[in-house]
Nanobody
Framework: QVHLVESGGGLVQAGGSLKLSCAVSGRTFSGYNMGWFRQCPGKEREFVASINWGGGITFYADSVKGRFTISRDNIKNTGYLQMNSLKPEDTAVYYC????????????????WGQGTQVTVSS
């Protein structure tokens, strides 16, 4: 069984920064791509960023491009989302996800999900 656990969420003022982490554990699990999604109350879960196993391919939603950076440390089995210049509209529950195959931006491409971490940006 594979477990993903997010951490690093919290309350921050607009313009501030947060770094989310996603620890992957469980059975031998390698070669997977990782993604970050977010969801606001009453809205669909939306894509934020994704990265392939090697770290050389990344994708970002237009809304976060230039402000967020996705990365990973395969030795630690941990993924990261560095969020800078945060805006109130970035407020959401952030989820990390993992999958095999091509690195994607769609929810249904990801088989494994964490429980989420709340990020709140005050104006």
């Amino acid at each position: 069984q594979v477990h993903l656990v997010e951490s690093g969420g919290g309350l921050v003022q607009a313009g501030g920064s947060l770094k989310l982490s996603c620890a992957v554990s469980g059975r031998t699990f390698s070669g997977y791509n990782m993604g970050w999604f977010r969801q606001c109350p009453g809205k669909e879960r939306e894509f934020v960023a994704s990265i392939n196993w090697g770290g050389g391919i990344t994708f970002y939603a237009d809304s976060v491009k230039g402000r967020f950076t996705i990365s990973r440390d395969n030795i630690k089995n941990t993924g990261y989302l560095q969020m800078n210049s945060l805006k109130p509209e970035d407020t959401a529950v952030y989820y990390c996800a993992a999958a095999y195959g091509r690195v994607g931006i769609l929810r249904n491409e990801y088989a494994y999900w964490g429980q989420g971490t709340q990020v709140t940006v005050s104006s």
